[in-house]
């Protein structure tokens, strides 16, 4: 009886290490794929979307922001080489479909944060750098970042 017990616990635990994410799905889905252009997509280590994902046509170089759970976000588009700003946005927008004074972040086209941040709820704003890194307080007047 014993026997029987270890031979079904190591049989789930095959089954669950063998179960793969639905990124790991899709990368094998476009590696295995004969098509010309395709979007092969990086995974996170615990299976997840990379937030930056980029690839290549015969000259161009496109990338876009997706989440975790693999959906796009911004682009694809040339000029994206960051994702915390759109990233950062998805969320705190999500967010603020349930708590009307949820700060959300402004973001330039390349994925950096927009210099001069502003909390509109709070009435306040505040300059960044590209990776939304505080660089001045907030104020209620005017600023210039």
């Not at 994702?83 to 950062?88: D, K, L, S, T």
Request: proline residues 3%.
């Amino acid at each position: 009886m014993n026997y029987l017990h270890l031979l079904l616990f190591v049989s789930s635990c095959m089954t669950v290490a063998l179960a793969k994410t639905k990124c790991e799905e899709h990368r094998e889905r476009e590696l295995a794929s004969t098509m010309r252009l395709k979007f092969v997509p990086e995974c996170t280590e615990e299976g997840g979307y990379e937030t930056l994902q980029c690839f290549s046509s015969d000259e161009d170089k496109f990338c876009m922001c997706m989440s975790p759970e693999g959906k796009q976000i911004i682009g694809p588009a040339r000029d994206i080489r960051n994702c915390e700003c759109p990233v950062h946005y998805y969320k705190q927008f999500a967010e603020s479909k349930k708590n009307s004074g949820v700060y959300i972040p402004s973001c330039n086209e390349d994925g950096t944060y927009v210099k001069k941040q502003c909390h509109k709820a709070a009435g306040v704003c505040w300059c960044t750098d590209e990776k939304g890194n505080k660089t001045s307080e907030a104020s209620r007047g005017s600023i210039i970042c």
